[in-house]
């Protein structure tokens, strides 16, 4: 199955520089149909409107506006706060059993009451359902939903699961009314009921239309009469030109790097600002544990010795990202530096040799290091270039890159093909259990061959169970540890999050911070 690893480049935190916000400042309106529609620029393509299917930013950015989930991350917070519920709560020690109450009133797009019935029914079909692009996955620990009256829902666990309430927070918890949506398949007419802030208008092949919701009850509150979502379809040329033609006001996700830096940098560009906060996307070196190349110890501990982040976000990325020496990135619980404690921040040639001579190799180590040219960001190509100079400067290696189209790319890696390749993640939730857990757990979605039992049968559950998520920290610091040790996979890089708009839109530092939920409702335009 595919999680959230099916994503372009560059997603954010809390606490923007400031000094990267002149004209975009958090004026607040009236809400509701005053304000005026958005034009949006994407690269990313929406891949599916039915939250049984979606798995990817396009779709869940689609799904956090138009659909409810029982609750929300507020902007700039990674706790979840009640949205369609008026209350959750676990209701035993053991985080096993959760209860929600629905707040009262609340109707779908199309008039429709919404109840518990219709979230038990959304869970219930997307459990069935189980598509293999959809976010099922997220809840191996469901056992049942029920309903006992109108307005309450009880979610019962297999097993302990703190993280729960994230989830269901996230476009994966998406409330759809039972009448709209069939039990026992996907929606395949591109069309959208939920009862969030914005209803689908319509949604083509080069654009979606979103409208106010004139029946939405909830947190958000509008500041805008619609948005109108242009699809790129990964031109990121076509983009750029089309916010510096103001053909559209804003442009999120998938501009080149070099293309920011040129927007920020060059003083004909009046009138368009260039929006800049941290991310939780982060992305990984991955390595075929079963390969008889990138298998073998000494040859990881090599690369890990060699890998010059530095040089890569100067060079490649032009520094929007930031160097990673943890598999959790900064600004997320139990972030530590365990790549950098155990291989250093600089390389190491004389280490990195050491490395191969212990595993018995004397000669250069031929390997390749596959790509794929769009998924993983604009720069990916380049960036595994750059990595094979590296390597091969040090007189150690042959390393050559190859960069396929990504289906082929994630059939082959399915298929054990390749010994060193990228993977990128843009968190389904702002906790450390998402970038651990669908790594190095069970049926983890790597397909590196991957497994040590002090991470899958100790480490993982036990943090999982883990109510106070602030007391993990040692646990995820010994998980860090281990896989810095056994080298499954090298961190890269953590991205920074760019929106470029044009001055007369405000409210763009509230749609990005480390939740990844994009909020039209704060977006304003004069």
């Known amino acids: ?57 396009g779709s869940w950015l689609l799904f956090n506006n138009v659909f409810q989930s029982l609750l929300s991350f507020p902007k700039g917070g990674t706790e979840p706060e009640p949205e369609a519920a008026k209350e959750c709560a676990f209701t035993d020690t053991g985080t096993k059993v959760y209860k929600c109450t629905l707040q009262d009133g609340l109707k779908f797009s199309n008039g429709d009451a919404l109840t518990s019935a219709d979230v038990k029914y959304s869970f219930d079909r997307t459990m069935k359902i189980d598509d293999s692009a959809g976010p099922a996955i997220m809840f191996p620990m469901l056992d049942s939903v029920a309903a006992p009256d109108s307005k309450t829902v009880v979610f019962r666990l297999k097993y302990a699961d703190a993280t729960f309430p994230s989830k269901i927070a996230s476009g994966a918890g998406s409330i759809v009314d039972h009448r709209e949506y069939a039990t026992n398949g996907l929606r395949k007419d591109h069309k959208a009921v939920g009862s969030g802030p914005y209803r689908l208008d319509s949604f083509g092949d080069d654009q979606a239309v979103f409208s106010v919701n004139p029946h939405y009850k909830g947190t958000a509150e509008v500041q805008n009469s619609g948005v109108t979502l242009k699809f790129f379809h990964g031109d990121q040329k076509a983009l750029k030109d089309a916010v510096l033609k103001k053909q559209v006001d804003l442009a999120y996700r998938g501009l080149a790097a070099d293309d920011i830096a040129e927007i920020r940098n060059d003083s004909a560009n009046s009138g368009i600002s260039v929006i800049e906060g941290n991310s939780a996307e982060v992305q990984h070196l991955v390595f075929n544990m079963n390969d008889p190349v990138a298998g073998k110890l000494g040859v990881r501990k090599a690369i890990a010795y060699l890998l010059d982040r530095d040089a890569l976000v100067d060079d490649v990325y032009e520094d929007t990202a930031t160097p990673l020496y943890s598999i959790i990135p900064t600004g997320i619980t139990g972030h530590s530096t365990s790549f950098f404690d155990t291989y250093g921040a600089r390389p190491s040639p004389s280490k990195a040799e050491a490395a191969l001579r212990d595993e018995g190799i004397t000669g250069k180590v031929k390997i390749t290091l596959w790509s794929t040219p769009s998924r993983y960001g604009p720069s990916t190509d380049q960036e595994f270039k750059a990595i094979a100079k590296q390597l091969n400067a ?133």
Request: aromatic fraction near 12%.
């Open 1 to 57: 199955m595919n999680m959230r690893n099916q994503w372009p480049v560059l997603p954010i935190v809390a606490g923007l520089a400031s000094g990267l916000l002149t004209g975009c400042g958090s004026e607040t309106s009236d809400s509701g149909s005053d304000g005026s529609s958005v034009v949006m620029g994407m690269s990313d393509d929406v891949l599916a409107t039915d939250p049984a299917s979606g798995y990817d930013p």
């Open 394 to 526: 040090s007189g150690l290696f042959d390393a050559t890159v190859k960069s396929v189209a990504y289906d082929q790319y994630e059939k082959d890696i399915a298929h054990g093909k390749y010994g060193v390749y990228v993977k990128g993640w843009v968190p389904d939730y702002p906790d450390p259990d998402n970038f651990t857990a669908p790594f190095f757990g069970k049926g983890n979605v790597l397909s590196n061959n991957f497994s040590n039992s002090t991470i899958t049968g100790s480490l993982i559950p036990k943090t999982a169970a883990e109510s106070d998520r602030s007391s993990t920290d040692g646990s995820y610091g010994k998980l860090q540890d281990l896989v810095a040790e056994d080298l499954p996979i090298i961190p890269v890089w953590q991205a920074k999050q760019y929106a470029v708009a044009r001055d007369t839109i405000y409210g763009l530092e509230y749609c990005l911070d480390a939740s990844t939920v994009f909020r039209f409702w704060e977006i304003k335009k004069d």
